[in-house]
């Protein structure tokens, strides 16, 4: 049966693409190694600079952001090299494993998913690390699973203080263009993000933002790879090519996401974000329900994750929202899977567009049974009065 209306995509990406991205991407396919391309091409690597804040190559690959993880680590290290990560939830644990099929040895700084990447722990196993064995160090900026943000500037001064040489690598694939960050202040040698969260595209793009450090890196990394090879890349990036076809109407779309996030402000956009996110959390504290995020100031804007209450399945909760009202909520992954639902406000997103997503959520829960107070639509509108 039709349903009448847009769907509410508020899974924590892909988010809702806007339609001046959709019709930048609808533009004719062109050729990618004509002359008309060198302009899109140097306007994406040069555009992705001013969103990363970085003055070195930002690398654009045509993959989800899971092949941009890959190509951090393939084009730094050698096999067998020793990584350091941090488990903050559901996609560090995906990295990790990740960096196990390469022939790394990656270990695990663990975690309760309630929060990001403590410094001082990653601070103390780097000093005891005096033969520097470790190589780099992971960590997810915006764990998506969780709602959680790690501190990156902090990480940074605690490297410093443990005055280690290990590469920092950074996954900010969901929060890129939604939370402020600075690739270049950070000292931060890899950062990897892709297109369909804060920077407002369909799925298909992925990035890797690299310091003189990690380019340095590059020339004596072992690992295998091809596809990935920065070393490729960077040649015909110099005049707008790439070695191999390019997502030619992907790169017409972030001409287009850089453009829009340039027009609103980055400060504005992060500001926006950190509204929704705060907003989020009045109406779930209404609702006498739990944000999984439990570390005070690292509550994400980019999306919320609730907690259950004890024996309610949140996956039914989130069928019953979809056949009802529309709308797409996130799942609990691994650990939390059925546990959790997570509520996505990042992208192209505006109050009201958050109140009904808050409003979905409400009659979702009143409608599959679930204990809980109502008024926490009443309560984000009164925080974002
Ligand atoms: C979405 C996401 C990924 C995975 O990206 P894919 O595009 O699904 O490959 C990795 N890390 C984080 C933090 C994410 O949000």
């Not at 450090?213 to 790439?242: C, E, H, I, V």
Request: contains cysteine.
């Amino acid at each position: 049966m039709r349903k009448a209306g847009r769907h509410f995509l508020q899974i924590p990406g892909p988010s809702a693409v806007p339609d001046r991205i959709l019709s930048a991407i609808s533009q004719q396919t062109i050729d990618h190694r004509g002359p008309a391309f060198a302009k899109v091409g140097l306007r994406a690597l040069e555009g992705l600079k001013t969103i990363f804040k970085t003055d070195e190559h930002v690398f654009i690959f045509p993959a989800s952001g899971t092949g941009a993880w890959e190509a951090a680590l393939v084009n730094t290290l050698s096999p067998g090299d020793h990584v350091l990560m941090y488990e903050t939830g559901h996609f560090a644990t995906l990295w990790k494993k990740l960096a196990e099929k390469l022939g790394l040895k990656a270990e695990f700084i663990e975690g309760d998913w309630r929060g990001g990447a403590d410094p001082e722990r990653i601070e103390a196993r780097l000093a005891e690390d005096k033969g520097h064995e470790i190589k780099a160090v992971c960590v997810v900026h915006n764990e998506t699973s969780t709602g959680s943000v790690s501190p990156i500037a902090e990480v940074r001064k605690a490297i410093d203080r443990a005055n280690h040489p290990a590469l920092f690598m950074v996954d900010t694939i969901s929060g890129l263009a939604s939370l402020e960050y600075k690739h270049d202040e950070w000292g931060v040698d890899v950062t990897v993000s892709g297109s369909q969260k804060g920077l407002m595209l369909p799925p298909g793009l992925s990035f890797n933002a690299a310091s003189a450090k990690a380019l340095a890196a590059n020339k004596t990394a072992k690992l295998q790879r091809s596809y990935w090879d920065w070393a490729d890349m960077l040649g015909p990036n110099k005049t707008g090519y790439f070695p191999y076809t390019p997502a030619t109407n992907m790169l017409y779309g972030l001409n287009e996401a850089i453009d829009m996030l340039h027009e609103e402000g980055l400060e504005n956009v992060f500001e926006r974000h950190a509204r929704h996110g705060a907003a989020t959390r009045a109406a779930v504290r209404t609702w006498g329900l739990e944000v999984l995020c439990a570390t005070q100031g690292q509550e994400s804007g980019v999306l919320t994750a609730v907690k259950m209450p004890e024996g309610e399945s949140a996956d039914a909760f989130r069928a019953t929202t979809l056949e009802h009202f529309d709308i797409s909520l996130g799942n609990g992954l691994s650990k939390v899977a059925d546990k959790v639902f997570r509520i996505g406000h990042l992208g192209d997103f505006n109050d009201l567009m958050l109140v009904g997503t808050l409003a979905g959520v409400e009659m979702g829960l009143k409608k599959a049974g679930v204990p809980h107070e109502a008024g926490g639509v009443q309560a984000a509108m009164k925080r974002l009065a």
